[in-house]
């Protein structure tokens, strides 16, 4: 990986030396904050560490001191706030609820205000409180636990607070959920810097699984089932094996082998969704990996995965990311050619 002192920000022309990667190599910066969960902790270093060297990971605190993590232990680190002037990416992970305060400490204020004004910020869980105390989601869309959501509503109503989503995508500020959701916005940047490839190559290092969309549920009520009861598990699979056919509700309920009713019921049970939105979502996946690694025309591609047209195609990929499929080749065949 790229060797670079800290304080100094990577020469943009510089390569790493991990496997064939010849490109830009992006620093994260990870803050640890006094009471930082040592799990949420890891999540940058094991999903960007993942990345093939496209990335450099540092971590620092707001004096260059240990902090008490969350557990019974304290952590060192090698770098102090200086290492946030360096950062691309700045990730803020979860502390101790007993730290969360409307006001920030002024080590915690001054350490941010030396991000530089492009970098982006990412925050996982209770980290979407030193933001918003910082005043940088203001007027801003964002989430964070759903268990937090009434004393963040009550501490920063200024906010516009989504509690039901596992992360939100505002450009350069984005907020997670609980612990498992910072994996998935940590691979939504690897999907969004590089393309869908990488990214499930890194989620499959990671053993963990390649796409949760941000807008799925934080939190769905799912009773352990009895052991005789059948699950909808092996009907995705099978339908993600046939994308390119016009598959209909009582296609999957008759591959599940149950009533309409109760594989409709059984499918929001285990996913969160309707099997329409889950079959959507994933036609839309899968359009976006074939945007990315080749030159099929959009109409070609609108057929492999199963929509109807071109233009179903088109309005379901600008529902999802706001752009067309044209924008979208454009600017991976871009990073591939740079």
């Known amino acids: 990986m790229l060797q670079t002192q800290c304080g100094e920000r990577p020469d943009p022309t510089e ?55 969350s557990s019974d232990f304290s952590i060192t680190v090698e770098h102090g706030p200086e290492a946030l002037r360096t950062a691309d990416t700045v990730v803020i992970p979860p502390f101790a609820l007993s730290q969360i305060s409307a006001d920030l400490p002024e080590t915690v204020a001054a350490a941010l205000r030396t991000i530089r004004p492009d970098a982006r910020i990412v925050s996982i869980c209770t980290g979407a409180f030193v933001l918003a105390a910082a005043g940088m989601l203001a007027g801003r869309r964002a989430t964070t636990h759903w268990q937090l959501a009434p004393l963040f509503r009550k501490m920063f109503p200024d906010v516009d607070l989504d509690a039901d989503v596992l992360f939100v995508d505002e450009d350069s500020l984005l907020t997670s959920a609980g612990a498992a959701s910072g994996v998935d916005v940590c691979l939504h940047l690897v999907r969004k810097d590089h393309g869908s490839e990488l990214a499930n190559r890194v989620a499959r290092s990671c053993v963990v699984p390649p796409w949760r969309d941000g807008g799925q549920a934080q939190y769905i009520e799912q009773p352990v089932p009895e052991p005789s009861t059948a699950g909808t598990a092996a009907t995705r699979q099978w339908a993600l094996e046939r994308l390119g056919e016009p598959l209909t509700l009582a296609d999957l309920a008759a591959h599940a082998r149950m009533s309409l009713r109760t594989f409709a019921r059984r499918f929001n049970d285990e996913v969160g969704m309707s099997p329409g939105r889950w079959l959507i979502q994933q036609r839309v996946v899968r359009a976006r990996q074939l945007l990315e690694a080749s030159d099929l025309p959009v109409d070609q591609i609108a057929g492999e995965v199963g929509f109807a047209t071109g233009t179903s195609l088109r309005q379901h990929l600008h529902a999802a990311i706001g752009v067309s499929p044209q924008a979208y080749r454009r600017t991976f065949q871009a990073a591939r050619q740079s």
């Open 15 to 69: 390569t790493s030396r991990h496997g064939e990667y010849d490109g830009p190599v992006e620093r994260v910066v990870v803050l640890a904050l006094d009471g930082v969960y040592p799990f949420e902790l890891g999540i940058p270093n094991r999903v960007f560490g993942s990345a093939e060297g496209r990335y450099e990971i540092l971590t620092c605190t707001v004096d260059g001191q240990p902090v008490r993590s």
